[in-house]
């Protein structure tokens, strides 16, 4: 997918996925700018019992619990990208050893600040028994 020098939210978004999908992490932790906001998902969740996102000092951890208990794949399926912002609507599968593969659909905001590094992400995706039994939770 090619992708125009304006949309650098798009850019960073797709980055995001290539590397949650290699394993990648620590190059997706630079992805963020010093003060972002992760929201994965928004809102109250095993992951997230506070419902008050992680910031980029958590975000090793949230790999951890999350991202590398199996083999990650994020594929985006549309991408709707409007200048710092860009709307994805992404279907993830993590492979995790021992359990059935975890699927989740999702829409998720990227938001990228004057330097193109991810300020923002709100996720929107639903827990199910698959999740909750993945995640320990």
Not at 90 to 97: A, F, H, L, M, R
Not at 102 to 119: C, P, Q, S, T
Request: glycine share 10%; proline share 7%; charged share 30%.
């Amino acid at each position: 997918m090619e992708i125009p020098e304006d949309q650098p939210a798009q850019r960073a978004g797709l980055d995001s996925f290539r590397l949650m999908s290699t394993g990648r992490k620590q190059d997706w932790i630079d992805l963020f700018s010093e003060d972002c906001l992760f929201e994965d998902p928004v809102g109250v969740s095993p992951l997230d019992p506070a419902g008050q996102g992680h910031r980029k000092s958590d975000l090793a951890k949230f790999w951890d619990a999350s991202i590398g208990l199996g083999k990650m794949t994020v594929e985006c399926v549309k991408a709707k990208p409007r200048g710092k912002e860009c709307a994805f609507l992404v279907d993830s599968t993590n492979e995790v050893p021992g359990l059935p593969p975890l699927e989740v659909e999702a829409i998720v905001i990227y938001r990228v600040n004057d330097e193109g590094k991810v300020w923002s992400v709100r996720a929107y995706w639903e827990y199910g028994g698959a999740v909750d039994s993945t995640l320990g939770t």
